[in-house]
């Protein structure tokens, strides 16, 4: 496996309604699309996910950052970025940003989904970020000591 080394993960395809979550287990084998959250006020949403965080003993979180076709931040991956930082802050875990170009569109055509709002699309696109971190990485670092580079293969920069 290239990448970073196995671990528990969580990974969150942040939206403004929902988060689609995936979780793999610590060998780095098997990514299962978990039930998406349905967001709230951020403390609300914060607890539900401590929650998870314990109950899977996640050591790491992933987040995408939807770029555009260029690999430039948009409006969105912005507020993904900034809302995966906050959330690692709290959580107090590393963090890892992946460039999700498409992955809604990929995990739609992958799962039949197209028009789902039961969430299922979210977390199958989460699914699909996990699984390319698990290729490419980079490796989750700290959001207190340096903001973390965006995975996107072999030229990966930091952000």
Known sequence: ???PAPRSVLALDVGRKRIGLA?????GL?????PALRRGRYPADLEQLRLLVHQRRIMALVVGLPLDAQQQPTEQ?????RYGERLARHLELPLA???????SWSAAERHGLHGDRSGALDSAAAALL???WLQE????APVHAQAP???SGADAQAS
Do not use: I, Y
Request: hydrophobic share 35%.
């Open 130 to 132: 996990l699984e390319q």
């Open 30 to 34: 098997t990514v299962t699309p978990l």
């Open 137 to 140: 990485g980079p490796e989750p």
């Open 149 to 151: 580079a965006v995975g």
């Open 1 to 3: 496996m290239k990448g």
């Open 23 to 27: 979780g793999c287990d610590p060998l």
């Open 77 to 81: 991956a912005e507020h993904c970025r």
């Open 97 to 103: 940003l992946v460039n999700e170009f498409a992955s």
